[in-house]
């Protein structure tokens, strides 16, 4: 007579041994790319010399075969907010496994979304209830999906430059045409300029609004709402009996000196919030849908709608104690606290060099979310040389000092959109003071090189028009 297997004796009889298929295959890393997955990603990191392997990774740094460490000043676009294996999160996930917790029933209610809920409300006044689900863009998905409903209006408003993710919906209101084209039809939805009252509220006057949803900093180019104006929008939208959909995605848990970037703003309460990114730990892809109350109970308003909107992973075990995990981390390590020291001290060290490079145009910002933007140089010789990638394509100065912080420093920056001379830092929250100086004698270091008779960059500058011209 033949027995069943235990759960545990099944698993020894088919072992499977990831690190031992590292070990074996992880060297293919760039092929396996190019062959299955997006071609482009490995032949743009090869064109540009990002093509790095990095072998470990903790706190703010990577680690190469070779030991050289690499300090990360992108944080994985911002998921990273505690850095990478954080010792918490880390401990609560292999408790969450080791638990063996029936999860995902989909006919239960489980502790940990509603814990996990209970906590995260509790930063957010006058947000009442949460929907989770698995992203940032599944996140806006869902805001756009209560606005609609519960106003019952078809149209929802997004500032010009903005990104709300790329899905079919969040593609609807972003307002770079780069992600939008050959894709259309798309939702009808409509760009104002970020701060513009009247254009708003000649959108409004037509009645058919149901949201307004506005990053309070935008992320490409890092571009932060005028003052006054969240909170005078907000006023226009309710008047008009329409909501404001606050997208804290990149911008929310800490990111700018605040646990929302709203919360900058005195008297702004949006009616839905959009959070994901950071919440994860960098581990469980997680995202939440903050709303009042009252939508809701709209939106859910009997037996017969409990699942009109729902998501097969929304809720799972893991992603929930990732994010307990790291809203305690917060609350004890006092992030937020931390992020508004740090990002004052690297903020004001950038600005106070605005009078020593004519190529550096601007820094903006709020905590660890800054822009540093590059523009059109005074003196005749620098002239020609920016004329010249300008030319050839805009956005090129700024790959230019991307790339050496990388070869030359090791230090991982990012362009802040495309055709943007724009650098964006969004490094991991619990960054400090030496990783602030690090930074700075590298992009000075960059900066001089820049300014120089000769200049190693611009010879690497005329590799990029090069490539620009190629691709026309």
């Known amino acids: 007579m033949t027995t069943a297997q235990s759960p545990s004796e099944s698993s020894r009889a088919g ?30 990191l090869h064109t540009i010399g990002f093509d790095k392997v990095y072998e470990r990774a903790e706190g703010a740094y990577f680690w190469d075969a070779d030991g050289n460490d690499y300090l990360d000043m992108l944080a994985g676009f911002g998921v990273m907010g505690l850095g990478r294996h954080h010792p918490v999160v880390r401990k609560a996930l292999h408790d969450v496994l080791d638990l063996n917790l029936a999860d995902l029933t989909r006919f239960d209610c489980q502790p940990l ?22 992203s940032g863009t599944e996140a806006v998905e869902g805001a756009l999906k209560f606005a609609r409903y519960v106003t019952g209006r078809p149209r929802v408003l997004y ?11 969040s593609l609807s209101v972003n307002g770079e045409t780069g992600f939008r084209d050959g894709f259309a039809p798309l939702l009808p939805d409509t760009a104002v300029p970020l701060g513009d009252l009247d254009a708003l509220e000649r959108e409004l006057r037509n009645g058919d609004i149901a949201a307004l949803i506005v990053e309070p900093i935008q992320g490409k180019g890092v571009h932060e709402a005028p003052p006054g104006y969240l909170r005078a929008a907000q006023e226009l939208l309710h008047r008009h009996k329409a909501l404001l959909i606050a997208d804290e995605v990149q911008t929310g848990l800490g ?3 605040d ?5 900058h703003e005195e008297g702004v309460e949006p009616d839905l919030v959009c959070v994901a990114k950071a919440l994860s730990g960098g581990y469980v892809p997680v995202g ?4 009042k109350d009252w939508i809701f109970k709209k939106v859910y308003s009997s037996m017969d709608r409990v699942l009109v909107h729902s998501a097969s992973f929304g809720a799972n075990a893991q992603a929930m104690a990732a994010g307990l995990a790291v809203l305690s981390v917060m609350e004890n390590e006092q992030i937020v606290a931390g992020v508004r020291a740090t990002g004052e001290l690297l903020k004001n060290r950038l600005t106070a060099l605005k009078d020593k490079y004519e190529l550096l145009a601007d820094v903006r910002g709020r905590g660890l979310m800054i822009g540093i933007e590059f523009g059109r140089p005074r003196s005749l010789k620098l ?4 004329t010249m990638l300008q030319a050839a394509r805009k956005g090129l100065f700024a790959q230019m000092v991307v790339v050496p912080l990388l070869q030359r420093h090791r230090i991982l920056t990012q362009v802040s959109g495309d055709h943007m001379e724009v650098i964006k830092l969004i490094p991991p929250l619990i960054i400090g003071e030496r990783e602030v100086d690090r930074f700075m004698a590298a992009f000075t270091a960059v900066m001089d090189d820049a300014h120089d008779g000769g200049g190693l960059m611009w010879d690497f500058g005329k590799t990029l028009v090069k490539q620009a011209v190629a691709q026309r």
């Open 159 to 169: 500032c010009e430059h903005a990104f709300h993710g790329l899905t079919t919906g």
């Open 113 to 134: 979304p509603g814990l996990l809920a209970e906590k995260l409300l509790a930063h957010s006044p006058h947000l009442d209830r949460v929907f989770f689900g698995n």
């Open 15 to 44: 072992d499977f041994d990831l690190g031992a298929l590292l070990a074996e295959r992880g060297a293919e890393r760039y092929e396996l790319h190019q062959k299955y997955l997006n071609h482009q990603l490995p032949r743009m």
């Open 255 to 257: 990111r700018t000196g």
């Open 259 to 263: 646990f929302y970037a709203y919360q």
């Open 383 to 386: 002239r020609g040389r920016w």
């Open 288 to 291: 939440a849908t903050i709303g």
